[in-house]
């Protein structure tokens, strides 16, 4: 009994942390092109990390934590460097010359680069029919929406933009997956710090190497900017950065990285919304797609962890809440 209600708990848990960043982390592409409208891409991430992880170091520290060590330090610039500074300043980055649905769009690439990650690396298994059925339905629906819902087939974006937001999704699953299987398993918390500061000091020297020190002032962000950055800060980093730490840890790499599927959905329904762009037929059917891959991976999932019973998840992540357990 104790051990169904546990898979239950988890269950609920996973389901929560899923849509906050389905919804969360799908709008941060309508908040980027907004803080774009004043800031340079560079400095809007390095900003927004140092900020956010100054504030969850300070919140770790005050809560009883330790002074982490040079081995946590090194372990955490990993992903900071993978995912935040070469992860997240690609997508800003490109968000300069390509639309924000586009951008989301091409980071829906991120389940097939961890599906395929995880078969290649050894013991790795060949993904289930569920699986593969749910990568297909999301990447139909992705390719929908590059050819019907933004500008039309045979749309021109420049390809270097293009280029920079698939690099960055190789760089995030190749950081999902060490963090998968990183033996250092500090709280959920001190993790997110750590890779945001070390992440956002590295969007600090793109930013310098950029020359945007050079041309930027604080007097020249707008009221919008200012909003969109403090969103960003609050809310899609310190809040949710702990949600997804935790979630890589509780959860299977292909299940995690379903939210790139969702994220375009959000991002063109958000963009409709604010900024009035067209909906078009392929565009809603395309959404449906999406989210109709999504729910297959999920299900198969489900029922995966219902025969094993609560197994690596429970163990790793607990069922008390967004915490992993304390070194």
């Known amino acids: 009994m104790k051990k169904r209600v546990a898979i239950g708990l988890l269950s609920v848990q996973l389901c929560a942390a899923l849509?906050?960043?389905?919804?969360?982390?799908?709008?941060?592409?309508?908040?980027?092109?907004?803080?774009?409208?004043?800031?340079?891409?560079?400095?809007?991430s390095g900003i927004r990390f140092l900020i956010a992880g100054g504030a969850l170091q300070m919140i770790c520290l005050l809560s009883g934590g330790k002074l982490p060590g040079a081995r946590d330090w090194l372990a955490a610039?990993?992903?900071?460097?993978?995912?935040i500074a070469i992860g997240q300043g690609s997508m800003v980055y490109a968000g300069q010359t390509l639309?924000?649905?586009?951008?989301?769009?091409?980071?829906?690439?991120?389940?097939?680069?961890?599906?395929?990650?995880?078969?290649?690396?050894p013991g790795g298994a060949c993904p289930g029919a569920g699986i593969l059925v749910g990568l297909a339905l999301g990447s139909a629906g992705m390719a929908l929406l590059v050819s019907g819902g933004n500008g039309g087939l045979g749309a021109q974006w420049p390809m270097g933009a293009l280029a920079t937001v698939v690099a960055g999704t190789?760089?995030?699953?190749?950081?999902?997956?060490?963090?998968?299987?990183?033996?250092?398993?500090?709280?959920?918390?001190?993790?997110?710090?750590?890779?945001?500061?070390?992440?956002?000091?590295?969007?600090?020297?793109?930013?310098?190497?950029?020359?945007?020190?050079?041309?930027?002032?604080?007097?020249?962000?707008?009221?919008?900017s200012g909003l969109a950055m403090a969103y960003l800060v609050v809310v899609a980093s310190v809040i949710t950065y702990p949600v997804y730490n935790w979630?890589?840890?509780?959860?299977?790499?292909?299940?995690?990285?379903?939210?790139?599927?969702?994220?375009?959905?959000?991002?063109?329904?958000?963009?409709?919304?604010?900024?009035?762009?067209?909906?078009?037929?392929?565009?809603?059917?395309?959404?449906v797609l999406i989210l109709l891959g999504v729910i297959a991976i999920t299900w198969t999932q489900a029922l995966a962890s219902r025969s094993t019973g609560p197994g690596l998840p429970v163990k790793m992540a607990g069922v008390g809440g967004l915490q992993a357990s304390r070194t």
Do not use: H
């Open 99 to 121: 639309p924000s649905g586009i951008v989301a769009l091409l980071f829906a690439l991120l389940p097939i680069w961890t599906t395929l990650m995880q078969w290649a690396l």
């Open 19 to 44: 849509l906050w960043i389905y919804l969360v982390w799908g709008s941060t592409y309508l908040s980027n092109r907004i803080a774009l409208e004043s800031m340079p891409p560079f400095l809007i």
């Open 170 to 224: 190789l760089s995030w699953a190749v950081a999902a997956l060490y963090v998968k299987r990183s033996s250092r398993q500090g709280s959920a918390l001190q993790a997110s710090a750590m890779q945001m500061l070390t992440g956002g000091a590295c969007l600090m020297l793109f930013a310098a190497l950029n020359g945007e020190w050079q041309t930027f002032s604080f007097a020249q962000v707008t009221s919008r």
């Open 77 to 83: 610039a990993v992903p900071g460097v993978l995912m």
């Open 247 to 287: 979630l890589v840890k509780a959860a299977s790499p292909t299940l995690m990285a379903t939210f790139a599927f969702v994220n375009p959905v959000v991002a063109l329904y958000l963009g409709w919304l604010v900024f009035d762009e067209k909906m078009s037929t392929m565009t809603v059917l395309s959404s």
